[in-house]
C-alpha cells in the first residue's frame, strides 16, 4: 500500500478474531481508528493494545472516517450492529458467524434490506493459501462438472467456546455450537472450490465423547448432494466437524475427472496466520477497501451460511 493509511474501525469483540485481524492490520501498514463493544473495559484495553479512539456505539465509528469496518458481534447482536452501521459509507465485514440459525439468517437479510450497508462475511480458510491455490487448480479444468464428489473435514478444539466469556459459541441456540463455530470453515473451503454450491438434501449424525461439557456436540457429520450452478447433476459431499482436544486441523480431498486433489491445513507445524488464512484476509479486506468494496460480498456469501445452518439441522435431526 502507498499514500496515506487506510483507517481500519472495530465493532465488537465477541471472540478471539477481531485481536489478530487488528494485528494484521498494524502489521500491513493500515492503521486502527477506533473501536466499539459492549464491554467498555475490553473496548478500552483494545484501544491501549492497538490504537484507536473507544466510542460509546457502533454507529459513531462513522466520525472517525473509516475506510473498512471489521465488526465481530454476537449472532443476536447483528441485525443491530448492521443497521447502525450501514447509516457510514465503509463497507462493512462481519467475522464469523454472522448467523448461526435461520431465524438468526432471516434477520441479516432483514437488515441488509434495510439499510445500506455494503456488507462480507467469511471464514478466513477462503483465504488459506492452499485453498486458494486447490480453486485456482480446479477452476483451471472444464469447469465444476470435472467434481465428482467432495469429503471436508473442520477440526477444532471447542474447549475455548466453552469459556465461561464465550459459552454462548457452544449454544445451538445463539452461537450455533460446534456444528456451526467449527463447522463454517468446511462450508466455507467447499464454496472456494464450488462456488454457490447449495446443499439441498443430506443425512447426518451427531456425537459427544463421554465427560464432555459441550452443550452441542464434539462430533458430527453430514453426507450431503450440493446443487452447483451448471453442473448437470447435484454433487455428493461428506463433511466431518470435530471439536476434538488438539491443534486445528482443516482437509478437503477432491474426486475428479482426472484423479483426486487432496490439501491438509493446519496442526502443530506453520504459521497458522498464514496458514489459515488471517493475513489473506486482511491483505483482501484492505486491497478492496480502497473501492469502497468489501471481500465476499453478501450476496454470493449467503449461501455459505445457510449451508451451515442447513448442515447443523441435518446432522441434528431438526431439517
Known sequence: MTGTALRVAFAGLAHSHPYTDAGN????GAEVVGVHDADARAAEDFALRFGGAVVA??????????DLVIATPHPHEVGAFLRALGDGTAPVFVNKVIAATALQLAEVDRAVADSSVRLGT???????????????????????????ALRVHAQHDNAAFRLPSRAWQDDPHSGGGTLATVGVHGWEMLDALLPGAAL??????????DGSATASEDAAGIDGLLRVPGAARDVPVQMLVTGAPGPDAYAVDVVTTTGIRSIVIGGDDGD??????????????????????????????????ANTIRGAEIARGAA
Not at 25 to 28: E, P, Q, Y
Open 57 to 66: 456505539s457502533a454507529g459513531d465509528l462513522s466520525t472517525l472516517r473509516p
Open 122 to 148: 467469511s471464514s478466513v480458510l477462503r483465504f488459506a493459501p492452499a485453498v486458494r491455490a486447490l480453486a485456482a487448480e480446479i477452476s483451471a479444468g472444464p469447469a465444476a462438472a470435472t467434481v465428482c
Open 200 to 209: 439441498v438434501a443430506g443425512s447426518g449424525w451427531t456425537r459427544t465423547r
Open 25 to 28: 492490520v498494524r502489521a500491513l
Open 272 to 305: 497458522a496466520n498464514e496458514e489459515l488464512g488471517f493475513a489473506g484476509l486482511i491483505r483482501a479486506l484492505l486491497d478492496a477497501a480502497p473501492r469502497a468494496v468489501t471481500v465476499a460480498p453478501w450476496d454470493r456469501a449467503r449461501v455459505v451460511v
